[in-house]
């Protein structure tokens, strides 16, 4: 195990040229080999973050770390430990299956033998060899899906990022992404995980943060997130977050049961 935390985030500031300030002053740490979430409405800088860490975007202040190296002044070493599982696909549609994991290796620097070698590995463990000489136009959905993941794991990465890894897809294909997720975690990659569905990231994740209007509302584990807030459960906590507390199963069924009192 690494002596450097898989991820470093320390003040990150982010303003763009018409004065909108995305991130303001953020820090968090993801330790090595840490499954680590966050959490945040939409807008509330959780994109821009990934792209500063991925080198999509520079900072305007502060700095990121993966692994130690610096994402803007050591950018190579940063970005060969990183890769990125994008809410969106984005997927070449006239590639074969190989020839999106070919591509994305060769571009990583990775020999011809090893490429062709972690290629079969992949498509194997994401149940697509029988795919792997067709077009990604031709995949359903949920292929385009494992491809994009695959393709995220070819240049074997300490760090992956998920962006809304399972958004549309239905609950089989969710579960077993997830058991994908955990297996590459056990193995002993980092993984920084953004999602709505709050009981993936109860299931998945040891630590969390919660990330609004550009800022780190608070981190920690699923039970001091709850005490933070005083309330019983990551969803409450959330709503909490954002201001809905109105919307929490506790106070919905509480407002039925007033109902039911009243009608009785």
């Given at each position: 195990?690494?002596?450097s935390?898989?991820?470093?985030?320390?003040?990150l500031?982010?303003?763009?040229p018409?004065?909108?300030?995305?991130?303001?002053?953020?820090?968090?740490?993801?330790?090595?080999?840490?499954?680590?979430?966050?959490?945040g409405?939409?807008?509330?800088?959780?994109?821009?973050?990934?792209?500063?860490?991925t080198g999509?975007?520079?900072?305007?202040?502060?700095?990121?770390?993966?692994f130690?190296?610096?994402a803007?002044?050591?950018?190579?070493?940063?970005r060969?430990?990183?890769?990125?599982a994008p809410?969106?696909?984005?997927?070449?549609m006239?590639?074969?299956?190989?020839?999106?994991?070919?591509?994305?290796?060769?571009?990583?620097?990775?020999?011809?033998?090893?490429?062709?070698?972690?290629?079969?590995?992949?498509?194997?463990?994401?149940?697509?060899?029988?795919?792997r000489?067709?077009?990604?136009?031709?995949?359903?959905?949920?292929?385009k899906?494992?491809l994009?993941?695959?393709?995220?794991?070819?240049?074997?990465?300490?760090?992956?990022?998920?962006?809304?890894?399972?958004?549309?897809?239905?609950?089989?294909?969710?579960?077993?992404?997830?058991?994908?997720?955990?297996?590459?975690?056990s193995?002993?990659t980092?993984?920084?995980?953004?999602?709505h569905?709050?009981?993936?990231?109860?299931?998945?994740?040891?630590?969390?943060?919660f990330?609004?209007?550009?800022?780190?509302?608070?981190?920690?584990?699923?039970?001091?997130?709850?005490?933070?807030?005083?309330?019983s459960?990551?969803?409450d906590?959330?709503?909490?977050l954002?201001?809905?507390?109105?919307?929490?199963?506790?106070?919905?069924?509480g407002?039925?049961?007033?109902?039911?009192?009243?009608?009785?």
């Amino acid at each position: 195990m690494s002596a450097s935390p898989a991820l470093e985030v320390t003040d990150l500031v982010k303003r763009y040229p018409n004065g909108m300030e995305a991130l303001k002053g953020v820090s968090l740490e993801i330790g090595a080999g840490e499954f680590f979430g966050l959490l945040g409405p939409n807008g509330a800088g959780k994109s821009t973050m990934i792209h500063c860490i991925t080198g999509l975007a520079r900072p305007t202040s502060g700095t990121v770390k993966v692994f130690g190296h610096d994402a803007v002044r050591n950018y190579r070493q940063a970005r060969e430990a990183v890769a990125l599982a994008p809410q969106e696909i984005n997927l070449d549609m006239f590639l074969t299956l190989e020839e999106t994991l070919d591509l994305h290796g060769g571009y990583f620097g990775m020999s011809r033998s090893d490429r062709r070698e972690r290629a079969a590995e992949l498509l194997e463990a994401f149940s697509l060899t029988s795919k792997r000489q067709e077009r990604t136009r031709t995949l359903s959905g949920g292929m385009k899906r494992r491809l994009t993941l695959a393709r995220a794991l070819m240049h074997r990465p300490r760090l992956l990022i998920l962006d809304e890894p399972t958004a549309g897809v239905d609950i089989e294909l969710r579960l077993e992404l997830w058991q994908y997720i955990e297996k590459i975690n056990s193995e002993g990659t980092s993984v920084m995980l953004t999602t709505h569905y709050l009981e993936e990231a109860e299931r998945l994740c040891d630590h969390i943060a919660f990330i609004n209007h550009g800022e780190i509302a608070a981190q920690g584990t699923i039970p001091e997130l709850t005490a933070r807030y005083g309330v019983s459960t990551l969803e409450d906590a959330y709503l909490t977050l954002v201001g809905r507390q109105e919307l929490s199963r506790a106070h919905l069924g509480g407002e039925a049961e007033k109902i039911e009192e009243t009608a009785a």
